[in-house]
C-alpha cells in the first residue's frame, strides 16, 4: 500500500479537496449520485464529471470507459477514491444517514472499484453510521467490500 502522498498532475498541479489547497474542483469525477439529487446539475458543471448510480447499473462498461476519459483528461499521476457507502442501495446498505433507493448493489461496487484500485494510491471509506447497525453486518459487509475491491490499491501506482 503507498505511504503518505500527495496526487499531483504530470504538470505539477496539486490536486486534493481545499480550494488553495491540493485540489481543484474541476479535477473530481462524482459516481453513485441519484437521478433526482438536487445538486446534480451545479455538480455537472462544476467537477470532470458525474455519472448518476443509474447509469452505473444499466451500462457499467461505459462508466467505467467515462471515469477513465475524464480522469486521463486530467493528467494525474494517480487519484484518491473517496467512498461514501450510501452510494449502495438501502436494500444492502440501510445503517447511513441518507438511504437513498437506486444505488448500487455490492457487486457492482465492488467491480467499479476493482478496474479503479490500481491506479490509485489511496482510499477513504465513509458515512456508515454505526448507531443504525446495531447487529454489524452492515459494518461486515463494508469491511467485505472493501476488502474484495481494494486489495490492489496502488499497485500501478506503486510502479517505478
Known amino acids: 500500500m503507498p505511504g503518505n502522498r500527495s496526487v499531483r ?3 505539477g498541479t496539486r490536486t486534493t479537496g481545499r480550494p ?8 473530481k469525477v462524482h459516481v453513485g449520485c441519484r437521478d433526482d439529487d438536487e445538486g446534480t446539475t451545479e455538480a455537472t ?6 455519472i448518476p448510480a443509474s447509469q452505473v447499473v444499466s451500462d457499467p462498461a461505459g462508466s467505467l470507459s467515462l ?3 475524464a480522469l486521463a483528461a486530467q ?3 494517480g487519484y484518491w477514491l473517496h ?13 447511513v444517514d441518507s438511504p437513498d433507493p437506486g444505488g448500487l448493489n455490492p457487486q457492482q ?4 472499484l476493482g478496474e479503479l484500485a ?4 489511496g482510499a477513504a471509506v465513509c458515512i456508515l453510521d454505526p448507531d443504525l447497525d446495531p447487529d454489524g453486518s452492515c459494518a461486515q459487509l463494508v469491511a467485505d467490500v472493501t476488502y474484495e475491491a481494494l486489495s490492489g490499491l496502488g499497485a500501478v501506482a506503486d510502479r517505478p
Not at 488553495?20 to 479535477?27: C, E, L
Not at 467512498?83 to 445503517?95: E, G, K, N, R
Not at 461496487?109 to 467499479?112: A, D, S
Request: charged share 20%; proline share 5%; aromatic share 6%.
Open 9 to 11: 498532475s504530470r504538470s
Open 20 to 27: 488553495g489547497s491540493w485540489s481543484t474542483y474541476n479535477a
Open 45 to 50: 458543471q462544476t467537477l470532470a464529471a458525474v
Open 67 to 69: 471515469i477513465r476519459k
Open 75 to 77: 493528467d494525474l499521476e
Open 83 to 95: 467512498i461514501d457507502v450510501d452510494v449502495l442501495d438501502p436494500a444492502f446498505m440501510p445503517a
Open 109 to 112: 461496487l465492488i467491480t467499479l
Open 118 to 121: 490500481a491506479d490509485a494510491v
